[in-house]
């Protein structure tokens, strides 16, 4: 149970260290409340579900991308400014790393759930479904994004974080698409022995 602990302590101090002097209060609770939700969800099924070990880091880290969108906002994170102009890109591209990431996380709990509760009687579907949940998700999000950019006006602009691109929305779907793919062709594997692990 130590390693689980230790988890929870990154956890905090990731989501605390965000919450100090972010670049402002409204956009950082939009960026890291997928987070906070996450952790409540898990923490609730942890007795009657517990992934395996290497799904929760990932999970962590994909909240430590979150946290850092929420502490700077995407379009400002400083080291992707770097990045910008060392590699003369137009926008900073920090918040496609969030996105990749938000297919690739979803793409290992789905793939999970799938195996464990035997969701599917052949297992030829589970990629292609895998990437329909995170393509789902992905669209559901960029929905969110959007109706909160209408509701709130200007103070959600740093939440859209389109940074003048026609295609943002377009291409964060991509690169959740992407980031679920590259899941299963890297992780499956590491993954199945994982979760066999569990079932000892």
């Avoid at 890109?89 to 979803?106: A, I, T």
């Avoid at 109706?147 to 929305?169: E, K, M, N, P, R």
Wanted: proline share 2%; net charge neutral; with cysteine.
């Amino acid at each position: 149970m130590k390693k689980y602990y230790l988890l929870l302590v990154l956890f905090f101090a990731g989501l605390i260290l965000s919450a100090i002097n972010p670049h402002d209060y409204f956009t950082w609770v939009l960026e890291v409340f997928p987070a906070i939700i996450g952790f409540l969800v898990l923490l609730l099924t942890f007795k009657s579900f517990r992934f395996t070990y290497l799904t929760y880091f990932f999970i962590l880290v994909h909240c430590f991308i979150l946290f850092i969108g929420g502490h700077y906002t995407y379009a400002m994170v400083p080291a992707f400014d770097w990045i910008k102009e060392v590699f003369h890109q137009s926008r900073n591209n920090y918040d496609k790393v969030g996105h990749f990431f938000q297919g690739f996380v979803p793409a290992m709990i789905a793939r999970e759930i799938f195996i464990r509760k035997q969701v599917f009687n052949k297992d030829g579907w589970v990629p292609f479904l895998v990437v329909c949940v995170c393509g789902t998700i992905s669209l559901l999000y960029e929905l969110l994004e959007w109706l909160v950019s209408v509701s709130s006006g200007s103070a959600g602009d740093s939440f859209l974080g389109t940074q003048g691109d026609i295609w943002d929305t377009q291409s964060d779907m991509l690169f959740a698409i992407i980031g679920a793919i590259s899941m299963i062709v890297v992780m499956s594997k590491w993954q199945d022995k994982a979760i066999n692990r569990t079932k000892v």
